[in-house]
């Protein structure tokens, strides 16, 4: 497959990369530290049209291709993976299923903000007991006399939870018809009933924030449904299509990271009256790394391009994802050995890459799950 890049791929590039360099990274220790939500970077990805990259101008949007998309998030990801992630929930998991299930009525009033950055969204699908399983959701939809939906029900794991503005909420309409019965709902943050829950203290991404996120007797209108009534599954679905295109960038940027502080690491310490990366055992570290990055570029690549052509990729996003997120956390230990002790310290940062790494292979599907999805799409191939 030919990747073929414009100029603007390459000025997507240097824009993420100065963005990155110049605003997110002198905060990232410490935002990291202390789990603080990146606000005014958010607000400034908003501006440069980073949030909203695949959505058409006429809705606000930079009207850009997947391969734009997948090239910032590395940029973006290869500094602060917490921003990658948030970043990515809005592009691929709200802005995508508004723009493809929602009438203009919803677009004018949800799309455009979440597009061009004046508002963040979150998408609501896991649960207590729905994670891997995402047919089994506990959270229902009830109609009221005024043809509205009551939602109750708990909702978990939520990117952007506490900080979103508008949510795209999962829940049951009719129980009996299982995944048939799913409905998909836009929840305005401020609807009485919708609780954020507290911010979880995680292992990494420290900075993104992630809740739990409680509805109780919460009145949605009926214009707020998006898509059809029973067809929300299947929004679910394609949005994490996507999604997982997207997160598969975010751990090539961790892997790539981890890979350039690694070299540059090794090109100045010195041991055995030479720099490190003088030392055959260090050179092999470099060039497994080298090619595991390689070989994770080529599938996000492949991936967005083949969305771009409006091709079937539900199995080349999850090989992406599963062997992306595979290699950040390969690449990320790794570069902690290069570095040896001073690895093992926040300063150095490649610690923090290893503990951001290791959630690409758990949210947007498991590695699990993105093997039973390859293995579906390929036997399927083959009937
Ligand atoms: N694309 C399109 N359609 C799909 C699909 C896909 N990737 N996967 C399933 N479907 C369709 C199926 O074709 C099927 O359609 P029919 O009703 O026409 O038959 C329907 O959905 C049900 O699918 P299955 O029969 O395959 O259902 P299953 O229960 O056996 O398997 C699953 C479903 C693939 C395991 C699915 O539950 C899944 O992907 N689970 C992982 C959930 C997930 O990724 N959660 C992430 C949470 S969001 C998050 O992490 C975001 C964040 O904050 C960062």
Redesign the pocket.
């Known amino acids: 497959m030919n990747f073929t890049f414009s100029d603007t791929h390459e000025m997507i590039r240097t824009t993420a990369r100065d963005f990155a360099r110049d605003e997110i990274a002198p905060s990232v220790i410490e935002r990291d530290k202390n789990g603080v939500f990146p606000k005014e970077i958010v607000q400034k990805l908003g501006e440069l049209g980073f949030l909203g990259m695949m959505v058409p101008e006429q809705w606000g949007g930079a009207g850009l291709d997947a391969l734009s998309y997948v090239i910032a998030m590395e940029e973006i990801s290869k500094i602060d993976a917490s921003v990658g ?1 948030i970043m ?2 809005n592009n691929s ?1 709200v802005c995508w299923g508004l723009e493809t299930y929602g009438n203009d009525d919803q677009k004018e009033r949800f799309l455009r903000p979440l597009a061009s950055g004046q508002k963040l969204g979150a ?1 609501c ?2 649960e207590p007991e729905a ?5 089994q959701q506990h959270t229902s939809a009830t109609q009221n006399e005024n043809g509205d939906w009551v939602l109750n029900g708990t909702k978990n ?3 952007n939870g506490t900080s979103a503005d508008t949510y795209i909420v999962f829940a049951q309409t009719n129980r009996e018809l299982r ?2 019965g799913i409905t998909c709902f836009i929840v305005d943050r401020n609807t009485p009933g919708f609780e954020p829950g507290l911010k979880e203290d995680k292992l990494g991404i420290r900075s993104s924030d992630t809740c739990s996120i409680g509805l109780t007797n919460v009145v949605v209108p009926k214009e707020n449904i998006l898509g059809e009534v029973g067809k929300g ?2 929004i679910a ?2 949005s ?2 996507g ?1 997982r295109i997207g ?1 598969a960038s975010q751990a090539l940027g961790i892997a790539q990271g981890a890979f350039e502080r690694s070299v540059e690491y090794a090109k100045q310490r010195k041991a055995f009256g030479k720099p490190i990366a003088e030392l055959q055992a260090i050179q092999i570290k470099i060039a497994e790394m080298a090619t595991k990055v390689e070989a994770a570029r080529l599938l996000v690549y492949k991936a967005a391009t083949m969305k771009d052509k409006h091709e079937r990729f ?1 199995k080349e996003a999850a090989q992406a994802k599963l062997l992306a997120s595979k290699f950040a956390v390969e690449v990320a230990l790794e570069a902690i050995q290069v570095h040896g002790g001073y690895g093992y310290v926040r300063e150095y940062q490649v610690e923090r890459l290893l503990r951001d790494s290791k959630i690409t292979e758990i ?3 498991t590695s699990e ?1 993105q093997h ?2 390859i293995a ?1 799409e390929l036997i399927k191939d083959l009937q």
């Open positions: 992630v990515s929930v998991l998408f699908l896991s994670g891997s399983d995402a047919t794991w939520i990117t995944h048939k599954f299947y679905m394609e994490l299509n999604g997160i539900v949210y947007e599907g799950i039973i999805v579906r």
